[in-house]
């Protein structure tokens, strides 16, 4: 076993683990936090997207040890507890982005992503491309580009709205 | 139309803890003091387990046991089953082989079970995996199943010589042999439709947990139908009495038929919670998901379509031979028979029909209900007669199909099926406008001129959904009821809780069932919550596929809603101090004809408790009731997909440029969640036309087993979709509802190919129309036609 200290959604943790232990397993099965989930074994379905230090990474891809001072923020933390969702979350819930709901804590932590590096007018052909690493079995796609398109103006204007406070 | 009411696009309830990761999947559960399962399988498609060593693994750091197929045997652990009976055509049954949950002697395909390492962690539990030691003798294996049928083929199971499970048929052979002599054209084809693997999303996982004392097992597992799990595992498996087995299935992460079936996995984790005295924990990984879950489709069919001088069809007739795998699944047997051959009609009135299906075993994974289920191979079986009839008659498909359409009402079908309502032209003329086909010919053009091969597909589909009538099912060999139940528990302040046997997996009914309440009661929808998934809470339930939980499901609820609204009646009576005639019920509120006096709903929930206005002997306090609803009829969704595609002749690249869908689903609860099932349906059909398909090799090992080697369709595969309706009303249910969950599915892979073969000109073309597959048929073709296109 060894010890790893990093931050989870803005906690700081330190957590004992077997060194094989992953970053999904750390945050499912040690911390609880169980909105990031496991689809495949071969790092192709992106169900375990979360952010490590600000950008998307697949959780089933990581080794826990290798964090050591990351700050990692998961779906749960994506919005504060109680208050209102993270825009993309809305726009998921609004535009019926979700089926099953199993791709969808990866599907948003990637769409926040996306944004991040692309910036608020996503067309489809954008967003379908982005979307190489997240697979969807229920949706057919259409509407998580649809909600993507959305949640990515309305992170932007909730921005504009912030800076002109 | 009520805010919140039939028809309103509602936004889900389920989403807030979906988008914030709050959702439960078996998977997210854990339990005090839980160990933890993983399986050893046979890297071997055909084996005798010679013997097996465990003895260096149970003494491993952490190991709990190492159970084998001897234990089970031992603890009189009963074999799986499948529970529809089908008779061949000379009147023996089905040759049904033993399935046990692990394997016993012999592994009949990659991934039987055979021993499981029960440990403190996974990770001990892998590592005790690695150490036990499994002797196998290798026997020939036959993975496909034109193959298996052949003399000298490996032998699989005793019981099925020539690992022929059943030669069954349906339609008057005569008949249609005189319709092909009298006929005029005859279009004939051979079909491949491909083995696919489900792939929800979401892995299969058990966690079992025996009480000792009080001798109760209980099962959280992934299920689309959690009492029919419980009452497989109880009465055939003979685990634990039905009434001390309690299975949740709590939120499931898609199912597509894949989660229909009782497998291995969860009866062992349920045996050896109760040998260990501890919580047990499986969880399949993606690998493990491709050699375990039940796999779909796998045809291969010869067909024939006659066609008189008017281009009138006359008959058509088909031979399958269908692959159901290494054993028989729960529900394999119904699915080439009567959920296939009596679609075999499409829309289009046909006087006669013959369909043979010779059902085999092979060394691949069970093959069982996925998304259409049948249903999706007749389409693609009637679509592309029809379409390459067309073609070779000169005649227009859209004209073709027209002219054929079964126009009135009721219409029974040489195949049992009678159609109950529909206006299949009505989907076809506005498909059409949709798709814009008059201004096809210029964008051909267009395409031509930047070097692209542009072509159009059809697909008129038609499905037999609201499974079913338990009479019915019954008659043809099923082992159950397919009616549904729901109950309605009102609350003293007027919330009310449905509990249904239905099971939802990403179709949202916490939303549309709540819908149907808030419409119905004139409540707002946050006032009711959904309860399924749960034995204990639901008595009983068929569970959902097919498209059954609006047209089946939901008219429970209605006949629950119609005693509770009675019961209520009763209530305001008292309440309002009038006859009981005299009260009427509408936007929530009970009111006395005539009158000004009036109640609200929650006032009357309340009385229905508190019970002062009334005596014991008048009228029994409280407010619950329960309904069990048999559908009278399947229900007969249908409509028409329009693809378009643009191939590049020097990639073989197929690239969707447009997909047109209006479908004919009867009454619509909630129109986004209708389109999003449409959307999902196509991605699917889309997936299995162009680029899904489980490739086992001669020697029985899946070449395609994982994400990495099996192409499932991702965002850029696909186009935007259209999504449009028309409506019949469905006349045998109380909403009129038809079902949308399989349309898609059933739909898209037909207008696919057949765009495809329309571009390229030539229609020898097997799906997954991969490149590859679409270059080398093009080469073949120009080959065969130097001088043409």
Redesign the interface.
Known sequence: MAAVSLAVNGKPVTVDVDPRTLLVQLLREHLRLTGTHVGCDTSQCGACVVHVNGKAVKSCTVLALQLDGANVLTIEGLAAPDGPLHPMQEAFRENHGLQCGFCTPGMIMTAVDIVRRKGRDLDDRTIRDELEGNLCRCTGYHNIVKAIAAGAHAMHAGKASKAAE | MSATGIGAAV??K??????????H?T??I?RPGQAYAYFIRSPHAHATITSIDSKAAAAMPGVLAVLTGAELAADKIGNLICGWMIHSKDGSPMKMAPHPALASGKACHVGDPVAVVIAETL?QARDAAEKVKVDYAVLPAVADPVAAQKKGAPQIHEVAPHNTIYQWHIGDHKAVDAAFKSAKHVTRLDIVNNRLVP?????RAAIAEYDAGSGHLTLWNTSQNPHVARLVIAAFVGMAPEHKLRVIAP????G?GSKIFIYPEEVVALWAARRLGRPVKWVS???EAFVTDAHGRDHHTHAEMAFDADGKILALRAKTIANLGGYMSTFSSAIPTYMYAPLLSGQYSIPQIYSEVDAVYTNTVPVDAYRGAGRPEATFVVERLIEVAARELGVDPAELRRRNFIKTFPHQTPVIMAYDAGDYNASLKKAMELADCKGFSKRKRDAARHGKLRGMGFSAYIEACGIAPSQAVGSLGGGVGLWESAEVRVNPTGSVEVLTGSHS????HETTFAQLVSDRLGIPIDNVSIVHGDTDKVQFGMGTYGSRSGAVGMSAIVKALDKIEAKAKKVAAYVLEAAESDIEFKDGKFSVAGTDKSAAWGDIALNAYIAHKFSGQELEPGLKEGAFYDPTNFTFPSGVHICEVEVDPDTGNTEIVAWTAVDDFGVVINP??V??QV??????GVGQALCEGAVYDKDGQLVTG???DYA?P???Y?P??KVDTTMTKCPSNPLGIKGCGEA?AIAAPAAVINAITDAIGTEALAMPATPAAVWAALQKARKAAPHAA
């Open positions: 936004r889900r389920e989403d807030h803890r979906f988008v914030t990761g709050k959702g999947y998977d997210d854990n990770g792939n929800a999303m979401e892995p939120d499931v992460g898609g597509f990984d993606r690998s997996h990403g179709q949202g986004m969640i389109e999003g959307h999902g349906g196509i991605a699917q994982s994400f990495m499932m991702r965002a850029d696909l935007p979709i898609g």
